[in-house]
Every structure is written in structure tokens, then in C-alpha cells.
């Protein structure tokens, strides 16, 4: 049995600026996982979510990356691109609380 609803990993990894793969650290990922943790304690969802930052996922050019991983959701987890502040918060409200994934969100591949 999953200890967790929800376990999130936010991509936080950063490269040197001149990288050609480029990081999610340089397109905001701390700021958005430092939101997904708020929200989630403002929520009271603490024990149900758990939010951690990652390093690299593999998936920088898509990158904001994030994945969550859950006891409803595929063994593979479902993997956002997640680039704005509301983006978290339709994460948050559809499938860390409401159950339902958001497929306009999710990584394209
Ligand atoms: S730097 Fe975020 S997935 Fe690689």
C-alpha cells in the first residue's frame, strides 16, 4: 500500500547557463515547487501529498518537469509540464485533490 495519496517530484535540477540541454531550474522549477508545497499545506493535505524536489527526470527539453506518482494513477506516474504558477494550482485542484489527471497538461513526448 502506497504511503502516499500523491508523491510529486518537481525537476529543481540546474545546469550552467550556457548548457545546451538547458535545465528546469532556468525556467522557474523552484518557484513552482516552492508554490506546490504551500498549497498543499494551506490544503491540509499533509500525510496525503508529498511534494519533493528532484534532480534531473530526463526530460529537460520539456521541462518544467514534474511527475506524480499515486496508488490511482499509472505505475509509470503522469508527467506534467507544468510553466506557470496556475498550472500547479489545476494540478492541485484536478489531481492531487479531485483524482482526475489533466491531460492538457501533461508532457508531450
Ligand atoms: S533538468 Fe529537469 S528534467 Fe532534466
Known amino acids: 500500500?502506497?504511503?502516499?495519496?500523491?508523491?510529486v517530484?518537481?525537476?529543481?535540477?540546474?545546469?550552467a547557463a550556457e548548457?545546451?540541454?538547458?535545465?528546469c531550474a532556468h525556467k522557474g522549477s523552484a518557484a513552482l515547487h516552492q508554490h506546490l508545497k504551500v498549497r498543499c499545506h494551506q490544503l491540509g493535505l499533509k500525510g496525503?501529498?508529498?511534494?519533493?524536489?528532484?534532480?534531473?527526470l530526463d526530460a529537460c527539453a520539456q521541462g518544467p518537469a514534474v511527475v506524480v506518482y499515486g496508488a490511482n494513477d499509472p505505475p509509470e506516474g503522469v508527467w506534467y509540464?507544468?510553466?506557470?504558477i496556475a498550472d500547479v494550482d489545476t494540478v492541485i485542484e484536478q489531481h492531487?485533490?479531485?483524482?482526475?489527471?489533466?491531460?492538457?497538461?501533461?508532457?508531450?513526448?
Not at 500500500?1 to 508523491?7: C, G, K, L, V, Y
Not at 496525503?48 to 534531473?56: E, F, H, I, S
Open 1 to 7: 500500500m502506497p504511503r502516499f495519496d500523491h508523491h
Open 9 to 15: 517530484f518537481v525537476c529543481t535540477n540546474e545546469r
Open 19 to 23: 548548457d545546451p540541454k538547458g535545465s
Open 48 to 56: 496525503k501529498v508529498r511534494v519533493n524536489a528532484a534532480g534531473c
Open 81 to 84: 509540464t507544468l510553466r506557470t
Open 96 to 109: 492531487l485533490v479531485g483524482g482526475a489527471p489533466v491531460d492538457a497538461l501533461r508532457m508531450r513526448r
